[in-house]
């Protein structure tokens, strides 16, 4: 699986869109970027994936470059609920491989 | 509610002692993984089954060994727990033949002593 590179750490003021990037620049044709996060002690709560289209969802919208090098999770009106780490996985359908963390962004939404 | 269970929330354990971390199931997920979440750090896979009667090494597989009797379930065994074991401990299951996104538990709390 390809890896991915993400900031350590980003701000965002309540109520507006908290954008985070990713980039997965060995990403493979038939790999799909997945989107998950950790509020603090909890599970990883699974967020969002595309393969190349923008995709749309209750919780967040996932945008990925036409090279498909880089993608952008955008939560369109940020809470303090959402204070939390979030990844970016790459993998591929239906692969039996394991989903393997990064280190993450801690996003901190500031009220 | 569907979804998948861990037992027990935390737990103190004595050094040397045996123990095994249940994770349970009910979305017949074929694909099965067992993290560990040190403070401050990202997960890291300690094994995982695609599917029953099958299982993999992940990344720091030493100390730890699991069984995949049944879909459904995938116990966790430390046969002699050591104080670098102390962590928080996540299963996790997907259908990994649609690539379905993986669901956690909540996860157990281990403190070995």
């Known amino acids: 699986d390809a890896k991915t590179t993400q900031p350590p750490s980003m701000d965002c003021a309540e109520g507006r869109a908290a954008n985070l990037p990713c980039n997965h620049s060995?990403?493979?044709?038939?790999?799909?970027v997945y989107w998950y996060r950790q509020i603090h002690s909890q599970g990883p709560q699974y967020i969002i994936h595309?393969?190349?289209n923008n995709e749309t969802n209750e919780m967040a919208s996932l945008i990925i470059t036409e090279d498909r090098k880089s993608s952008t999770l955008i939560l369109p009106h940020a809470t303090l609920r959402d204070t939390a780490v979030y990844y970016c996985?790459?993998?591929?359908?239906?692969?039996?491989?394991?989903?393997?963390f990064g280190s993450g962004t801690q996003l901190t939404v500031l009220p | 509610t569907a979804g998948i269970t861990q037992a027990p929330t935390s737990q103190i354990l004595a050094a040397g002692r045996s123990m095994t971390l249940r994770c349970t199931q009910d979305?017949?997920?074929?694909?099965m993984y067992w993290y560990r979440q040190d403070l401050g750090l990202g997960l890291r896979l300690i094994h995982y089954?695609?599917?029953?009667?099958?299982?993999g090494k992940g990344e720091v597989p030493d100390g730890y060994s699991v069984s995949r009797a049944n879909t459904d379930d995938f116990p966790l065994t430390l046969a002699s727990a050591v104080p670098s074991q102390t962590s928080v401990y996540f299963c996790?299951?997907?259908?990994?033949?649609?690539?379905?996104?993986?669901?956690f538990g909540q996860g157990t709390r281990l403190t070995v002593v």
């Open positions: 089954s695609n599917t029953a009667g099958t299982t």
């Open positions: 996985i790459v993998r591929v359908l239906g692969s039996a491989r394991q989903l393997t």
């Open positions: 060995t990403i493979s044709g038939n790999e799909y």
């Open positions: 979305m017949r997920h074929n694909a």
């Open positions: 595309g393969l190349k």
């Open positions: 996790a299951s997907s259908d990994s033949s649609r690539g379905t996104e993986a669901f």
